[in-house]
């Protein structure tokens, strides 16, 4: 690639930060007001359905933000980004049973481990739809923006290793204000960063990422879990005999040495995987952004 495109790929990052903040806080306000609340304490749990409102007008101002940027800044198709569909049915449901598998198997290890112990089981229709609302609108979010644009733009700037692991960084010095996170937990957030772009940069598409990322936060809150320090509802309510590295503590699975381990084991998995079929999978033919 010739320096000038070097370029572009971050300074369109750099471009979009303060629009994007712009429209998603209005938008934010907006929902806030819509819900008869005056603001946002992340020290106090929003109602389901203030909180799902306020998803609902982040994903749009999201995806109006992107759509914008990359339609006249980036002179591409919206789908460049990583949501075209032909033969792409497999890559999310890859992703949606990792998630599941990942979940399932640490409660039972950590179950079988002493460290957790089920209490009850708690069904709520509502509670649970709503639950699935929001998580299918924070994969969304976080997807389209973290690896559909920052990803995507960083990979035309440098290396897509390199890429990745700057993305990544992003991804978790923005979730580093979560609460009750400790050093397990960011790296744990930078390792998700890493999981849930591997497959990007090899495939440029969203479908296993998003797939991945509502799995693995739905499921780890319907077990039980805290999804990044944060409560939610769940179905299954256990109890902790003390918090350790094991089971995560008060940040909740993502805390605990267990998710590091799972995380390195299948970010290697998915890279020797990518390897064994890099004739076929290459990112060399990718589009070259055009100038503006």
Do not use: C
Request: aromatic share 16%.
């Amino acid at each position: 690639m010739s320096e000038e495109i070097k370029i572009k790929g971050w300074v369109r990052i750099l471009l979009i930060i303060i629009p994007y903040i712009f429209i998603v806080g209005i938008l934010q306000f907006i929902a806030i007001s819509l819900a008869g609340s005056d603001f946002i304490d992340l020290n106090i749990p929003q109602p389901i359905t203030q909180k799902l409102l306020t998803l609902v007008f982040s994903f749009l101002g999201t995806l109006i933000i992107v759509a914008v940027f990359v339609k006249y800044v980036d002179k591409e198709k919206f789908s460049e980004i990583g949501f075209r569909v032909k033969n792409k049915v497999n890559e999310f449901w890859i992703g949606f049973f990792l998630g599941l598998l990942i979940m399932f198997g640490a409660f039972g290890i950590l179950e079988l481990l002493d460290q957790i112990q089920y209490q009850a089981f708690e069904f709520d229709l509502s509670q649970l739809i709503a639950t699935i609302l929001i998580f299918i609108l924070v994969s969304f979010t976080e997807e389209i923006l973290f690896r559909g644009y920052i990803l995507r733009n960083l990979m035309y700037s440098f290396n897509k290793y390199f890429a990745l692991i700057l993305s990544a960084s992003i991804f978790s010095f923005l979730h580093g204000f979560n609460p009750n996170i400790d050093i397990i937990g960011f790296a744990n957030i930078f390792l998700a960063g890493i999981l849930l772009g591997i497959t990007y940069i090899h495939t440029k598409s969203l479908w296993f990422p998003m797939a991945l990322h509502f799995s693995w936060n739905f499921f780890q809150a319907i077990l039980g879990f805290k999804v990044s320090g944060q409560n939610s509802y769940s179905m299954i309510r256990f109890s902790m005999t003390e918090p350790t590295l094991l089971n995560g503590g008060a940040f909740g699975f993502e805390g605990s040495i267990l998710a590091l381990i799972t995380m390195i084991v299948s970010i290697i998995a998915i890279i020797l995987y990518y390897r064994r079929k890099k004739p076929a999978v290459t990112l060399v033919n990718h589009k070259k952004p055009r100038t503006f």
